[in-house]
């Protein structure tokens, strides 16, 4: 038996034949992974509400409905779908779904003002997430509020939302961008002593905050806030937004928030499915997602949202299963004959419910490739003719500017044999 064979790798927490294979360093249980080790997490999915706020994004209530439903099967924990004060479409969607009875949990977005609590009730929604921002330069300059009247505005309304019989979770946006943290300390403790604090959420709301940074104030949190499930909800201005919540999780975080395809004011939220998949692979931990179910979801959210996946998007990038490069077909060919199914990919477009590795030829194409098709289509052809063959395929790729297609491969092959 080699050494490095299928075998070795089998039973490892890195590698699943026919579905993934991904890094054994993540699993070094104590240099990488401790703080993630066993952890669970529910997804948080507000692609109904922040992912609507996608500038010209906009559900009906039908659309509104139909993405709810296909969250609910995908798994996700919690739904957050939508202000009812924002729109009386919103507010109408909101009690169609909540008259689904789905599994997931039907989350209100309200501000800290009494009407909105009670907007909320009124769509059937029982739990509400207050938000209020928590940047003290924002709540003077912008508002006029001193730290005292936002801890008195905050604690008011979720004292409200707790007499109303709704679970209330606390989202301060703008957390991030603050330099005080004893205001921070003093409005969230003032909190979750004077009123029943069901979850609190971390808000860097313009993605701005390093991961580490972002793990720093969750340790603090855990220390203030004894007992009190600590949420995070990024954005990804700077594409750190994944690295953050690997933070978030290790330090604490027991719920992310996440919309599907990524989508949300600017640059978007952190992307569901990027988000479980890479909690789930990369780190062991479960997020409660059918992953065979992303492509699916993913797919219904473009097609509603009319936001075009880009081909080489994470996890769901339709690119992402061509292999086009000499280089990647031989190897995946050769560790075919070994018995991988995993090559140069870590993991099986089928593991998210997308379509096989197809490959394709096109400007980067080696005799590997062609050789394939030749096997394919049941054409011979000498050493020689493979090189010339390979070549003229090159050239059309780049002249084209596009993969060929087996038809114009037939033609090629046709010009050189004669």
């Known amino acids: 038996m080699a050494k490095y064979d299928i075998e070795r790798l089998k039973g490892n927490p890195y590698f699943k034949d026919g579905s993934y294979w991904v890094s054994p360093f993540n699993f070094l249980i104590d240099e990488v992974i401790q703080d993630l080790k066993g952890k669970e997490v529910a997804i948080h999915d507000c692609t109904l509400r922040d992912g609507e706020q996608t500038a010209g994004v906009a559900f009906s209530v039908g659309e509104r409905v139909r993405i709810a439903e296909a969250l609910d099967g995908l798994g996700v924990s919690r739904i957050e779908v939508g202000m009812p004060p924002a729109s009386p479409v919103i507010a109408e969607g909101m009690k169609q779904v909540v008259k689904r009875n789905l599994k997931a949990e039907v989350v209100g977005f309200v501000r800290t003002m009494k009407s909105d609590i009670d907007m909320a009730i009124d769509c059937g929604v029982k739990t509400v997430i207050l938000e209020h921002i928590m940047n003290p330069f924002s709540c003077e300059s912008a508002y006029g509020l001193e730290k005292a009247e936002v801890i008195d505005r905050i604690v008011s309304?979720?004292?409200?939302?707790?007499?109303?019989?709704?679970?209330?979770?606390?989202?301060?946006?703008?957390?991030?961008?603050?330099?005080?943290?004893?205001?921070?300390?003093?409005v969230y403790t003032a909190l979750a002593r004077d009123s029943r604090l069901d979850g609190l959420s971390v808000v860097d709301t313009v993605g701005v905050a390093l991961p580490r940074a972002v793990g720093f104030i969750f340790k603090k949190?855990?220390?203030?806030?004894?007992?009190?499930?600590?949420?995070?909800?990024?954005?990804?201005?700077?594409?750190?937004?994944?690295?953050?919540?690997?933070?978030?999780?290790?330090?604490?975080?027991?719920?992310?928030?996440?919309?599907?395809?990524?989508?949300?004011?600017?640059?978007?939220?952190?992307?569901?499915?990027?988000?479980a998949m890479m909690l789930e692979l990369l780190a062991g931990v479960k997020t409660g997602i059918n992953l065979d179910r992303i492509a699916d979801v993913c797919s219904l959210v473009e097609n509603i949202s009319h936001r075009p996946i880009p081909v080489n998007k994470p996890i769901v990038g339709r690119g992402l299963s061509y292999l086009e490069t000499g280089i990647a077909v031989d190897l995946q060919r050769k560790f075919e004959r070994a018995n991988f199914k995993i090559s140069t990919q870590p993991f099986s477009p089928e593991m998210i419910g997308q379509e096989p590795f197809q490959l394709v030829m096109g400007k980067n194409s080696g005799n590997a490739t062609i050789e394939y098709f030749l096997d394919k289509l049941g054409i011979k052809a000498t050493a020689d003719q493979v090189d010339q063959i390979t070549d003229r395929v090159k050239y059309e790729g780049r002249v084209q500017k596009s993969l060929i297609s087996e038809a114009q491969f037939s033609g090629i092959c046709k010009d050189v044999l004669g």
């Open 157 to 186: 309304s979720a004292q409200y939302a707790n007499e109303k019989g709704l679970k209330t979770i606390f989202m301060g946006w703008e957390l991030t961008r603050g330099d005080d943290l004893d205001y921070i300390k003093d």
């Open 221 to 275: 949190l855990g220390e203030w806030l004894p007992g009190v499930p600590l949420e995070f909800h990024t954005h990804n201005e700077f594409g750190i937004a994944n690295g953050a919540i690997l933070e978030a999780v290790a330090n604490g975080a027991s719920v992310i928030h996440t919309a599907m395809n990524g989508l949300g004011e600017r640059t978007g939220n952190a992307a569901t499915e990027e988000v």
